[in-house]
């Protein structure tokens, strides 16, 4: 178990890097999903400020011939899982994030409104680290204590909220394992 808490909407485990991309959540919108997405940028890369600069809108289109048509997004999600465990947050989780983009949820659209968006460093096809999943799953049970909405079959990938247009997490992604440390915080 950690020893984490949520203040004032931020994950006190995590560096604070305030996005602009972020509005109001409907009013008396309740909070009852969690979207686990997969980025790096440039894809296939980890490491280096590419998606902090993405989602603080400061990221130099002549620095990767690809981000030359991301450049000008304006996205972000609640909280970033890194390669090696440390996370970065972006938005309050009580704020809506820009994470999920044209989606729908059980035929409910806009998840945006409803949900809680964490990217994990990695991509569809590169196995995530062990750090990645125990930092997840130690996250997910605090938004649940947080939002008693999100139960375990409301916590899911991008692909399956928009899978016409996304594939991440992708299926690199150990589902099993991740629900398995859910229900176990002693495997963390």
């Known amino acids: 178990m950690t020893d984490w808490h949520i203040i004032d909407g931020w994950l006190d485990a995590a560096t604070c890097c305030p996005s ?3 509005d109001a959540r409907p009013a008396g ?25 993405l989602f603080c809108n400061r990221l130099d289109p002549d620095a990767h011939p690809y981000f030359t048509a991301i450049a000008g997004l304006r996205v972000s999600a609640h909280l970033l899982i890194r390669r090696d465990g440390r996370m970065q947050q972006f938005v309050r989780f009580e704020d809506r ?6 989606s729908r ?3 409910r659209p806009r998840c ?16 995530y680290e062990a750090v990645q999943y125990q930092q997840l799953a130690a996250t997910a049970r605090l938004l649940m204590a947080r939002f008693p909405g999100i139960v375990a079959d409301r916590i899911v990938g ?11 997490p992708g299926p690199a992604f150990d589902w099993p394992r991740f629900r398995s440390m859910l229900d176990h915080p002693e495997v963390d």
């Open 112 to 127: 945006n409104d409803f949900a809680v968006g964490i990217e994990l460093e990695g991509t569809d096809d590169c196995p």
């Open 29 to 53: 919108m309740a909070v009852d999903l969690l979207v686990v997405h997969g980025i790096s940028l440039p894809p296939g890369e980890f490491g280096g400020d590419a998606i902090e600069a």
């Open 97 to 102: 994030a820009w994470h999920a983009g044209e």
């Open 158 to 168: 991008h692909s399956d909220i928009a899978p016409q247009r996304k594939t991440d």
């Open 105 to 107: 949820f059980r035929g």
């Open 20 to 22: 602009p991309n972020f």
